[in-house]
Nanobody, 126 residues
Framework: QLQLVDSGGGLVQPGGSLRLSCTAS????????IGWFRQAPGKEREVVAC????????SYQDSVKGRATISRDNASNTVYLEVWNLKSEDTGIYSC???????????????????WGQGTQVTISS
């Protein structure tokens, strides 16, 4: 069974940056579309960014547009989410997820993602 492992979370000061990593065993991530999701305290999980398998196109939630990049490194079978100029509202549990759909956007429903990482905690605080 495909297993995703996400990592890179931690405590970061406001205005700082972080890079989250998503890797997988038993399957090449470049054959899947990947999304990064965030669940903030007391809120529902929401997509932050995603990258499509078909053409590498990317899509971002409005709250992170202009300060986040999702990218692939096929050599290491890893998908990254980099976020800078971090704000307290970026706090949450971040999870990567994989979908068999060739094209995904931030409007793609969660149920279209079949495999999930365990989540990594990101806390933005001074």
């Amino acid at each position: 069974q495909l297993q995703l492992v996400d990592s890179g979370g931690g405590l970061v000061q406001p205005g700082g940056s972080l890079r989250l990593s998503c890797t997988a065993s038993k399957l090449n991530l470049d054959s899947l579309s990947i999304g990064w999701f965030r669940q903030a305290p007391g809120k529902e999980r929401e997509v932050v960014a995603c990258i499509s398998m078909a053409d590498g196109s990317t899509s971002y939630q409005d709250s992170v547009k202009g300060r986040a990049t999702i990218s692939r490194d096929n050599a290491s079978n890893t998908v990254y989410l980099e976020v800078w100029n971090l704000k307290s509202e970026d706090t949450g549990i971040y999870s990567c997820a994989a979908s068999g759909w060739a094209l995904v956007t931030t409007s793609t429903p969660e149920h279209e993602y079949d495999y999930w990482g365990q989540g990594t905690q990101v806390t933005i605080s001074s």
